[in-house]
């Protein structure tokens, strides 16, 4: 008796309840998981492999758990469809095979192949309708695309300089990626969206700065992902990530949410654990066990249930090589500029050996408003320039327009919560045609993703 009440005592010092002391009556929802002898959650941003010794996707219900593909040498990076009755996942047949995404009724294991990526494809996600989203391993260098489930040629959703894969579709309709992005001297992960054909690229939050990787979207539509400390969120109302209060100890990302408000998700005590399944309500301070593995992690939590289909994004697209892009006024920023400081605007492109190349010049406007066009489908970065030619603030990072999209943004670096002001801006005034910057200054340009 002694020695139980002990052990109690130990889990209850580190946050954890044991499994028969359920904060709930309901029975556990069923869930697709995935284990792994090894895992480096963080492997995808030097185009590494996250499951250096394999993986193998599981399925947990009320007749217990099982593999879910017991014939394949490794499985990983489940996803559930909307109605619940279907599950991607990336997968090999044999060991030497590359990852492939397939799909797999959940009601009577029909199989089916969706991608032949020469060099692996991973992390599938359904959007509405038709498509699904995933990463291709391209060069040992991860890019987004999306493909019908019927087949066909893929569709680049990325043309960033570093690995991206995606990791939620939004009930908006946009896809939740992590990126790696440079920010003064480091580079780190960070959290973007993009709209199903590629468009509209942005970073969830402005206030870079912290490691940020693995985000899911909840019931109330707060973004949630791992953090230095713990768990962290953003908000609808604020700018900036909030801490979440959560036992101590790493997380792992990939949160599902059940119908009664738990979270299922990955958590260790410390670097040297595994990942194990824990049950979490918000706001309470205990885990609760859910399930977990001799010597290896658990990781990837789905649930097996319908859910709401997002909102479906209708391409607007038009079929030019270039993109034109329009900014109402960069003065309306986080940074702060004199009046009547920003004279020009620089933008940059990469060569094929990812050094920045100058692509051209164009005027800004007294009221910060300026109209280019610039080459599609190519990573972009933008200086500002005084009237003497030095640099007022030059992005770190890169974005990328696809070829015949027109976008508008409201300033430079301005959040999304800022609105324009109800007038035409300067730079349309004098003339509706965009200053043409699309062609670098020589032929190693690099373009594509």
């Known amino acids: 008796m002694r020695t139980i009440t002990t052990a109690l005592l130990l889990l209850s010092a580190t946050g954890i309840v044991p499994a028969g002391d359920a904060s709930s009556s309901e029975p556990a929802p069923a869930f697709l998981y995935t284990v792994a002898k090894s895992y480096e959650p963080m492997a995808w941003v030097k185009g590494r492999e996250r499951f250096g010794s394999g993986a193998s996707v599981f399925i947990q219900d009320a007749s217990g758990r099982r ?50 990526c020469p060099g692996g494809c991973v992390r599938p996600l359904y959007l509405p309708e038709e498509p699904i989203v995933y990463a291709e391993k391209v060069a040992d260098h991860f890019v987004i695309e999306a493909i019908a489930l019927s087949g066909g040629r893929p569709i680049p959703l990325t043309y960033g300089a570093g690995n991206s894969l995606p990791t939620d579709v939004l009930q908006d309709g946009r896809v939740l990626f992590e990126t790696v992005a440079a920010f003064g001297s480091k580079s780190l992960p960070e959290l973007y969206t993009v709209y199903s054909d590629g468009s509209g690229v942005e970073s969830y939050r402005c206030d870079h700065g912290q490691a940020r990787h693995a985000g899911k979207q ?74 977990q593995e001799a010597d290896a992690n658990v990781l990837q939590p789905i649930l097996v249930a319908e859910r709401s289909i997002p909102k479906r994004h209708p391409s607007g697209l038009h079929d030019w090589a270039v993109g ?63 009237r003497n030619g030095r640099t007022l603030k030059r992005e770190a990072g890169w974005f990328w327009m696809r070829r015949g999209e027109q976008r508008a943004c409201v300033g430079c670096h301005a959040g999304p919560e800022t609105s324009p002001e109800n007038a035409v801006p300067m730079v349309l005034l004098k003339s509706t045609t965009p200053a043409d910057v699309t062609h670098p200054l020589n032929s190693s340009f690099a373009g594509g993703h």
Request: with cysteine; glycine share 8%.
């Open 67 to 116: 593999p879910l593909i017991p014939a394949f040498a490794a499985s990983a990076d489940p996803t559930v469809s909307f109605d619940g009755k279907s599950a991607l996942f990336a997968g090999k047949q044999k060991a030497s095979d590359a990852w492939q995404i397939w799909e797999i009724s959940l009601e009577g294991g029909e199989l089916k192949r969706i991608t032949n």
């Open 218 to 291: 909840v019931a109330s539509g707060d973004i949630v992902f791992p953090s230095e400390r713990g768990i962290s969120r953003f908000t609808s109302a604020l700018a900036k990530q909030v801490s979440i209060a959560a036992p101590p100890g790493e997380y792992a990302g990939d949160i599902a949410e059940s119908a009664t408000g738990e979270w299922l998700l990955p958590w260790r005590a410390d670097a040297n654990a595994h990942f194990q399944l824990m049950w979490w309500k918000p706001g309470q301070s205990t885990l609760r066990p859910a399930l």
């Open 324 to 386: 034109n892009l329009l900014c109402l006024n960069a003065y309306m920023s986080k940074y702060k500029f004199e009046a009547a400081s920003i004279q020009s605007v620089r933008v940059y492109t990469r060569d094929v050996t990812g050094t920045a190349q100058l692509l051209g010049t164009a005027p800004v406007e007294s009221d910060g408003s300026f109209f280019v066009q610039v080459p599609g489908d190519a990573p972009l970065q933008i200086e500002l320039l005084d």
